[in-house]
């Protein structure tokens, strides 16, 4: 079953914040971020592990809250190149390599 | 390193034809896995491998067949093409099971598929 991405869209002026929510009805073991510019592959973001880690570079980070079988990316002071969709992956076990992703949330920033 | 690579690029087939999408890597991944991305669908996992010789069906695996005879190889066959069948498909590949926090998934440049 697809995690449920939240917002689906949202659309920025240059330097503000967003929040992406991820959520699964399953128990999670691992959740995997990605970004997808038009006509391109996804680009790996980043990977949480259970255990409620928080991760982050540059001005993207995300946090993982096994308990409530969620995630969510943050993006500090939005530049143009952060446009695209952004998916997260998750996993529900350590030997199951299945990776289910979200159907995306599209993330417009605006000069 | 030509990371993950796919052929071909476009392709348009009728239905009821068969073809193979290629998929090739070069870092020497355990784990390979192919997708399909159809619009407001994200990417759904069609089948994947955990190494050669060993394949496993994903969330969509109706109408596709797979087969790892190789580390580097892990081709796509669609069997009787079907307009449903139009996508954007996806290999990727990672070194390891998504277990670990250094694994990332590597995507190829994707195959556009059109079943008329």
């Known amino acids: 079953q697809q995690p449920v991405q939240s917002p689906q869209a949202v659309i920025l002026r240059e330097g503000e914040d967003a929040v992406i929510n991820c959520s699964s009805s399953k128990a999670l073991y691992s959740v995997h971020w990605y970004r997808q510019k038009h006509g391109e592959a996804p680009i790996f973001l980043m990977i949480?592990?259970?255990?409620?880690e928080q991760k982050g570079h540059d001005k993207i980070s995300a946090s993982f809250n096994e308990k409530k079988q969620q995630s969510s990316l943050y993006l500090t002071a939005s530049q143009l190149s952060y446009s695209g969709t952004y998916f997260c992956?998750?996993?529900?076990?350590?030997?199951?390599?299945?990776?289910?992703f979200g159907k995306g949330t599209l993330l417009t920033v605006n000069p | 390193n030509a990371g993950v690579t796919q052929t071909p690029k476009f392709q348009v087939l009728k239905t009821g034809q068969s073809m193979t999408l290629q998929c090739a890597q070069d870092m020497n991944h355990e784990y390979m896995s192919w997708y399909r991305q159809d619009p407001g669908m994200g990417l759904r996992l069609i089948h994947y491998s955990v190494g050669a010789g060993i394949t496993d069906q994903g969330e969509v695996p109706n109408g596709y067949n797979v087969s790892r005879s190789t580390t580097e190889d892990f081709p796509l066959r669609l069997l009787s093409a079907a307009p449903s069948q139009t996508s954007v498909y996806f290999c990727?590949?990672?070194?390891?099971?998504?277990?670990?926090?250094?694994?990332?998934?590597?995507f190829g440049p994707g195959t556009r598929l059109t079943v008329l």
């Open positions: 992956g998750v996993t529900s076990g350590g030997s199951n390599y299945k990776l289910t």
């Open positions: 949480l592990l259970k255990g409620g």
């Open positions: 990727a590949s990672s070194y390891s099971r998504g277990g670990s926090a250094s694994d990332t998934q590597y």
